[in-house]
């Protein structure tokens, strides 16, 4: 049986398939596989391990003759039509928890790069301005005692609460249901989304891109934003209105934003480009040693347990 992977991913998954009788086959250009290629090449798979920069639209999914399984190297799977691969009988599995705690660490990273102007400190330093300690020099805030918001308290958004929470901050979280465990042990209180932004210092995003979160930071309710308020996007793009936030950062009416996605990716607005209180990263969230190669696993995993006519070990 086949399995087409659309870019090269750790070699130990690769090995692993093969170890288990599959003909695997690779895109082996270092870029996002045009659609012409990925439609030739998904008709005869019995699997397909996509990346979450291929659009799996209906198109792609009527061109597949035996294809059983789809098996997304990411957790967010809005790249994909899966009620579409459903009805054809495609079963759908993403990678969760094994990016959580690489993800979180990032949220973290941005959290404390925008609140201690780390980027800003390295240009001072590059522009030869750094003559001499002060007692004004950089100021930032601290995470103890803030409140941090968090928007979305599924894995991601637990782990980066835990993270805060060891850091001494108070937890606020939105989301539709209720996280016991966050409430439990990090004294974390469920609060509506205008409240939260109202309300916390740091706020770092972590739902998934649906219908439902798109633009859900948006002009109306960016404005509810504290002065010293830090947002932090490791979700994706579109969950915040990107021309929004621009404007209101220009007018200098929050701290600083940290960011991973960007609505247009791999394109980033121009502005965010020109402005100091801004920390830029190139979607790197699960981007560790430990969390790609358990990530290539699990998809692997995912295809040799279902092409053994076995569950799927993680479907979404
Ligand atoms: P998850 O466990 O499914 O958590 C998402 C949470 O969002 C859910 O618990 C859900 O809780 C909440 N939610 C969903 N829709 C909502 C809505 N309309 N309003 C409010 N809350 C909503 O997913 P995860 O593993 O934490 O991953 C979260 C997202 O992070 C992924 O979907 C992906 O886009 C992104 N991600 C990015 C990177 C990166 O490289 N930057 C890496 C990994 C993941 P309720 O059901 O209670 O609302
Ligand atoms: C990365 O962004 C993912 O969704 O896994
Ligand atoms: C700072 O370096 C201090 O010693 O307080």
């Known amino acids: 049986m086949k399995v087409y992977i659309t870019?090269?991913?750790?070699?130990?998954?690769?090995?692993?398939?093969?170890?288990?009788?599959?003909?695997?086959?690779?895109?082996?250009?270092?870029?996002?596989?045009?659609?012409?290629?990925?439609?030739?090449?998904v008709k005869n798979v019995d699997a397909l391990i996509p990346l979450l920069t291929d659009k799996i639209d209906k198109e792609v999914i009527d061109n597949m003759n035996k294809c059983k399984i789809i098996a997304c190297y990411a957790v967010g799977y809005e790249n994909i039509d899966v009620k579409y691969a459903k009805r054809k009988n495609i079963i759908v599995t993403n990678t969760p928890d094994v990016l959580t705690d690489s993800t979180a660490d990032l949220a973290m990273?941005?959290?404390?790069a925008c609140s201690r102007r780390l980027f800003e400190s390295r240009k001072l330093i590059d522009d030869g301005k750094f003559k001499h300690w002060k007692p004004d020099l950089l100021l930032g805030y601290e995470i103890k005692d803030k409140i941090f918001g968090i928007v979305?308290?599924?894995?991601?958004?637990?782990?980066?609460?835990?993270?805060?929470y060891a850091f001494g901050a108070k937890i606020f979280y939105y989301s539709r249901s209720v996280n016991m465990k966050m409430e439990k042990e990090l004294k974390a209180k469920k609060v509506s989304l205008n409240k939260l932004l109202e309300t916390s210092d740091f706020i770092s995003l972590h739902v998934p891109s649906n219908k439902e979160t798109y633009h859900l930071i948006n002009k109306d309710n960016l404005k509810l934003l504290k002065p010293n308020?830090?947002?932090?996007?490791?979700?994706?793009?579109?969950?915040?209105?990107?021309?929004?936030?621009?404007?209101?950062?220009?007018?200098?009416?929050?701290?600083?934003v940290g960011l991973d996605v960007y609505e247009h990716e791999p394109k980033i607005h121009h502005e965010l480009l020109k402005l100091k209180n801004v920390v830029l990263a190139p979607h790197i969230g699960s981007a560790t040693v430990e969390a790609r190669t358990a990530m290539a696993m699990l998809a692997s995993r995912n295809v040799v347990s279902v092409l053994n006519g076995k569950k799927p070990i993680t479907p979404v």
Do not use: H
């Open 7 to 41: 870019r090269k991913i750790q070699s130990k998954a690769i090995k692993y398939l093969r170890e288990n009788g599959l003909t695997v086959s690779v895109y082996k250009e270092d870029k996002p596989i045009p659609k012409n290629i990925l439609m030739k090449n």
């Open 109 to 112: 990273a941005l959290a404390l």
């Open 152 to 164: 979305g308290a599924g894995r991601i958004g637990e782990a980066t609460a835990k993270r805060a």
């Open 229 to 256: 308020a830090i947002l932090i996007n490791t979700a994706r793009g579109n969950i915040v209105d990107e021309n929004e936030l621009v404007k209101f950062l220009k007018k200098g009416k929050m701290f600083s």
